[in-house]
């Protein structure tokens, strides 16, 4: 399948607010029909970026080139750039009926007034509110979950290309959160339509997005599906930020060190590490890798499985966390570690280890990730 | 809200809130008083309301409150209302020097507003009159239009009228459709405002009024400084009671507007 | 595109001067009636006076110099007494009326209406209430001879206390109402939470309470320190000559003394200090505002 011209493009947009960089040189593409998300830690620019989407800020004089479907339009107003967007408060309009309200957009756009009626009845998203309830009631009169289905159903009557949404499940609670993950997962892919989301939840945005761009310090940190985000992770930020990881250092031996396309990093107390040799690794440099907990395991010392990478240590904390088992390690250099380790039942089949075991953690060379420097 | 107030504190407010309203009260009570000269009831009265409406000044007068009230308050409005959306624009040069500067006429004593407008108009050979007095009067409400109606768009999530945006509606049309309408509480409480405060004020408009700008309030002055008299009470009491209905009719206007 | 929608856009792109062109009449009127009045005024205070009023010209600082005479002293002393004696006075009395209010449950509404309605009564109205309260032949001399309390009539008008009376009337609200609202935002929990750590009563008042509305108590106090110091019609009606407040005598000047200079020049000093209070009172606001 040929790839398809993107719908929204940013290149090397920025923008400041006085001396201050919200969004520094960032450029992404987004491709018509997916689900793209801007996650990031607050102040990281994700917000400043959907704003400058949909128009609410210009992007600096030399400050690059928001486009969509491929026209420049730094200068469009967001009434000339026909984009729905969800507001993080929903912004309902607390003067108009619910019904006003997804109606509002369809006045705007000059629809005859007789189609309004059936086309707010017919909006996606409400279909799961029974009309008699919501039509003649004030936003201030319904629940969170209502609200976020009426701002979604207003954005969506007008049956706009592209989608915004920012943090729009911040405020529900964990149950309906999840159901609305799914449900908006669900439009998507039905509606066709490009949703571009912004949260700074790691696990909303791994859930639901077809890609994720990481945003870190007004720039993008890395841009990938959520696999490749979670398990390559190129930076320290993105590695700690999204999931758990455990990191080493230490220093980039000869490559070709280690058998089998591997290079050993040298480590103060001698102890090497192998890890996947890799174009940026230069011998004599410091190297910082990252390893997942669930990429780790734990060995009896004299145990461990030949050609893995073991480090010892002294077992501390067990936290019980239903599906895993998480195993934190002293590590006899002092640092500490996080292993997950399968639940397999505690009443049946108790976990090995017990505080204050002496343990390897062991892991295949292979399952680490060598980090770029920051 | 479990802890019980102690009794002597119950009783100090109570002492407290008795003359805060004891006075008016009394003057309204002696309106109707029989009586002279003496603080002593002699009996009911409608005596002194019948005196008003033999005294065409008191009449002139009222109808001129009533009129300058209702003009300065429109444009102190108006203009106040302008100078709130300015202010609550995004950052610009100078924006926190206007906003402070708009407490300045708020905290100038009164008596200073009204001689320097006297000097300016001396100087500037404008006669005194009911033009005076509107002009002063809109200035000097003007800035607290303006601080009510800031109060009421700070309190506004601007996404509202971000949404009236993306949704297609123009710059005009979001605050036509959405901004105006939700500041319409704000904008009532600040004319309403205007108008009390017009309607009350003696200190700068007897420094600017001329001798054809005599309000009602310029007026009982000059009463109370020729001597008490029961009228005096009568006209104060009608003072009360139209700024009593006007705010009772705006809670009116206001509670059908929010039901 | 349509004139509006290009209109629109110019000021979308330039929101300093969108900005601007909102805030100019109002602004402009506040400069013609306000600022420029001000203006003058100050510089009236530098002139030589006028034989019938207003001023002849030439610069002098004689006016200034004028503060001296202990007439004007004693006038000037007088006035800031009666300020710091009507700011303490609604002190005492409006912190416990704002702690009451804080804490009256369901009454709080209409309580809050009762300390509100006095400012929708005319000033002049309420001054004058106090006089038929006051004077002579009035309510309180009336009751006390009727009681037996007294078998003359006591001089209860024209005296500072009688001033500082009817300033205490005037302003009192203006001193509840900030009081209140940082009492208001109190979250209760802290004081379950002094409780618990063994504080009785008085002691969570002392140290929880107190020291959380000192901002109101501080933002209460200006809004009557300040007014109170440009009282005019107060001193006016209830003082008499012997009790002039620094308001009386700028009226004096412009009236009967006719020296316009000399009632600028006081003006102006009265509006510095106001304009010094003013500053202090944007910061406690700012500082609150951070906090």
Redesign the interface.
């Given at each position: 399948m040929p790839e398809l011209p993107p719908i929204v493009e940013f290149r090397q947009v920025s923008k400041s607010f006085g001396e201050a960089r919200a969004v520094d040189a960032v450029s992404f593409a987004v491709r018509p029909g997916e689900f793209f998300s801007l996650l990031g830690p607050s102040g990281c620019g994700k917000t400043t970026t959907l704003r400058l989407l949909?128009?609410?800020e210009?992007p600096d004089d030399d400050g690059g080139e928001v486009r969509i479907d491929g026209e420049v339009v730094n200068?469009r107003?967001?009434?000339e750039?026909r984009?729905?967007?969800v507001?993080?408060?929903y912004?309902?309009?607390?003067?108009l009926s619910v019904e006003r309200n997804v109606a509002?957009?369809l006045e705007?756009?000059r629809i005859p007034p007789t189609e309004i009626p059936g086309r707010v009845e017919r909006a996606p998203g409400l279909v799961r509110l029974a009309p008699a309830t919501y039509a003649r009631r004030k936003p201030h009169q319904l629940s969170g979950g209502q609200r976020q289905r009426v701002a979604l159903a207003?954005?969506l009557v007008?049956e706009p290309t592209i989608l915004l949404l920012d943090e729009p499940l911040g405020a529900l609670d964990l149950k309906l959160r999840k159901e609305m993950q799914l449900e908006l997962k669900t439009l998507n892919r039905q509606l066709g339509m490009t949703f571009i989301y912004v949260t700074h939840d790691q696990e909303e945005a791994l859930a639901m997005s077809d890609r994720i761009a990481v945003m870190s310090a007004a720039r993008v940190a890395q841009l990938g599906t959520p696999a490749e985000i979670y398990e390559n992770p190129r930076t320290e930020f993105v590695a700690q930020f999204i999931g758990e990881a455990n990191l080493f250092g230490g220093v980039a031996g000869r490559a070709g060190g280690g058998a089998g396309g591997l290079r050993p990093i040298l480590q103060a107390d001698g102890r090497d590490l192998l890890v996947p040799d890799h174009p940026g690794l230069r011998e004599g440099t410091e190297v910082r890798i990252a390893v997942r907990p669930e990429w780790l395991d734990l060995c009896a010392p004299g145990e461990v499985p030949p050609g893995e990478n073991a480090l010892p240590g002294t077992v501390g904390d067990v936290i019980y966390l239903g599906e895993t088992m998480h195993v934190v390690v002293t590590l006899a250099a002092g640092a500490r570690v996080r292993v997950a380790l399968r639940n397999e039942g505690q009443l049946l089949n108790p976990l090995r280890w017990t505080r204050g075991d002496a343990v390897m953690v062991a892991w295949r060379p292979e399952d680490c990730q060598v980090l770029e420097p920051a | 809200m479990t802890r019980r107030l102690p009794g002597w504190l119950v009783a100090l407010v109570t002492g407290v809130f008795v003359l805060l309203h004891l006075p008016v009260l009394v003057l309204v009570a002696y309106s109707f008083n029989a009586s002279r000269y003496s603080a002593d009831w002699s009996g009911f009265t409608l005596h002194w309301y019948a005196r008003l409406l033999e005294r065409p000044d008191i009449l002139r007068a009222l109808r001129l409150s009533l009129t300058v009230a209702t003009v300065a308050t429109v444009l102190a409005t108006v203009l106040g209302t302008l100078v709130a959306l300015g202010l609550a624009r995004s950052g610009f040069r100078g924006k926190r020097m206007v906003e402070g500067g708009l407490y300045l006429p708020i905290v100038t004593p009164e008596i200073v507003t009204g001689i320097s407008l006297l000097i300016l108009f001396v100087a500037v050979r404008v006669p005194l009159g009911v033009g005076t007095v509107i002009v002063a009067h809109t200035a000097f409400c003007l800035p607290f239009v303006a601080v009510v109606v800031l109060a009421r768009l700070r309190g506004m999530?601007r996404?509202?009228e971000?949404?009236?945006?993306?949704?297609?509606?123009?710059?005009a049309?979001a605050f036509r459709?959405?901004t105006l309408?939700?500041l319409a509480p704000g904008i009532m409480a600040g004319a309403l405002l205007a108008f009390t405060l017009s309607l009350d004020d003696f200190v700068i408009t007897f420094f600017v009024a001329g001798p054809g700008g005599t309000t009602l309030p310029v007026l009982v002055y000059s009463m109370v400084r020729r001597g008490i008299e029961p009228t005096i009470n009568a006209v104060s009491a009608v003072l009360v009671l139209l700024t009593s209905l006007t705010v009772a009719l705006a809670a009116r206007v206001g509670g059908e507007r929010g039901a | 595109m349509s004139i509006r929608r290009r209109l629109?856009?110019f000021f979308?792109?330039r929101p300093a001067a969108g900005a601007w062109a909102l805030l100019g009449p109002g602004l402009l009127w506040l400069l013609l009636f306000f600022a420029i009045p001000l203006a003058v005024l100050i510089g009236y205070s530098v002139l030589h006076r006028g034989t019938y009023g207003g001023v002849s010209p030439g610069f002098t600082l004689e006016h200034y110099r004028r503060f001296s005479d202990p007439i004007y002293l004693a006038v000037a002393a007088r006035t800031l007494r009666i300020a710091l004696a009507t700011t303490g006075l609604c002190l005492l009395l409006g912190y416990p009326v704002a702690y009451v209010i804080a804490r009256a449950g369901r009454w709080r509404n209409a309580l809050l209406f009762l300390v509100i309605l006095p400012f929708w009564t005319s000033f002049l109205v309420r001054t004058y209430a106090m006089i038929v309260l006051l004077r002579t032949g009035g309510v309180i001399n009336s009751v006390l001879m009727g009681l037996g309390v007294t078998g003359a009539p006591l001089d209860l008008l024209y005296t500072p206390g009688a001033v500082v009376a009817g300033l205490v009337y005037g302003y009192l609200p203006f001193m509840i109402l900030p009081i209140y609202a940082s009492l208001e935002r109190l979250d209760l929990d802290l004081l379950d939470a002094a409780e618990a750590l063994g504080a009785r009563a008085w002691s969570r008042f002392r140290r929880v309470t107190l020291p959380l509305s000192l901002p109101g108590v501080a933002a209460g106090s200006l809004l009557v320190f300040i007014p109170a110091l440009g009282a005019f019609l107060t001193p006016d009606l209830l003082g008499g000559a012997k009790t002039m407040m620094l308001g009386n005598l700028v009226q004096n000047q412009f009236g009967p003394a006719r020296n316009w200079p000399f009632g600028s020049a006081v003006s102006f000093a009265l509006m510095v200090v106001v304009f010094a209070g003013l500053m202090v009172w944007l910061r406690v606001r700012d500082a609150e505002g951070e906090a």
């Open positions: 949909a128009g609410f210009t200068r107003r967001p009434y750039r984009i729905g967007m507001f993080q408060s912004a309902l309009f607390p003067h509002f957009g705007e756009h207003r954005a007008l | 999530d996404s509202l971000e949404a009236a945006l993306i949704l297609g509606a123009d710059e049309t459709r959405v309408p939700l | 629109l856009g979308a792109r």
